[in-house]
């Protein structure tokens, strides 16, 4: 009993010592191309139990068998490419449509003595006079953004418009409150962030654009309610190709109606939002 477990033990050993031959001395991997931050996520699943693998300052350390590492070696060398360049167009598409339509009847009949109208002054003798109007009006609005950004980068791109609003300001003294007038200043901006990254021939794009416009004034300063148009989604799209990022789409219709007389209103408002990716020749 006493020889089997002598047995064992320097069986146990010989398996530790030459495991520990199996494993390779501590390996530097340069990077060319891509960063730490980018090739780590991607090459970690791949080590083997026990195998250690870390980056800093664009170089890869690695210690595991000399067959993961052929494995790690080739998975980096599919990984760690130039980096393609990116044009990110963005397009807020706004239309707006509204129409107008109205009837109105006036008249007088008469019959004997006795007479119907719905003028202010009845005619001396039955008479109708019927007017329509129709109004319509279509309006676009078509705002295009781009900017360039590596892959796997991060882009921010806006423009905007600030304006001055007048404020009345209150201090409280000691000796009661003083008065005083003030600028504060209010501000649209259309834009967008984005991070895309490149897949064969298909990207995928962590994007937020945003468009702010202006709208009816509010107060006697000069402030103005503010309508903004903003979306936030990871996508996946083709190169080279637009597609809807989303859209909003808004109708109001109205109508009156009174003796001989009808009026019918109605306004549609839509909003879309586009993208396209492009990549830039080297």
């Not at 006493?2 to 001395?25: E, P």
């Amino acid at each position: 009993m006493r020889i089997l477990t002598i047995t064992k033990s320097v069986f146990i050993g010989f398996a530790i010592v030459f495991s520990a031959m199996a494993w390779a001395d501590l390996e530097v991997i340069p990077l060319r191309h891509r960063t730490v931050d980018q090739v780590l996520p991607v090459l970690r699943p791949l080590v083997e139990p026990g195998g250690v693998l870390t980056g800093q300052n664009n170089q890869l350390f690695v210690r595991t068998s000399p067959g993961n590492l052929e494995e790690i070696r080739r998975a980096l060398a599919a990984i760690d490419t130039p980096q393609r360049r990116l044009m990110i167009s963005v397009r807020f598409d706004s239309t707006r449509q509204s129409g107008d339509s109205a009837l109105d009847v006036r008249g007088t009949v008469r019959s004997g003595d006795v007479a119907i109208s719905n003028r202010q002054i009845p005619s001396s003798r039955s008479s109708v006079t019927v007017r329509g109007r129709s109004d319509a009006s279509v309006s676009d609005e078509r705002v295009d953004q781009r900017i360039q950004v590596l892959e796997g980068g991060h882009a921010f791109i806006a423009t905007g418009e600030t304006h001055p609003i007048r404020q009345s300001i209150v201090t409280v003294t000691p000796h009661g409150r003083a008065y005083s007038q003030g600028t504060d200043f209010q501000s649209a901006r259309t834009g967008f962030e984005v991070v895309p990254r490149v897949a064969g021939d298909r990207v995928i794009l962590e994007i937020a654009p945003q468009r702010e416009t202006f709208g009816a004034p509010v107060g006697r300063g000069g402030a103005q309610t503010v309508e903004t148009q903003r979306a936030a989604s990871t996508v996946s799209a083709r190169l080279g190709e637009w597609f809807e990022l989303g859209g909003v789409d808004e109708t109001a219709t109205g109508s009156a109606q009174g003796i001989g007389s009808r009026r019918a209103g109605s306004a549609t408002q839509g909003r879309r939002i586009w993208l396209r990716v492009d990549e830039i020749g080297q």
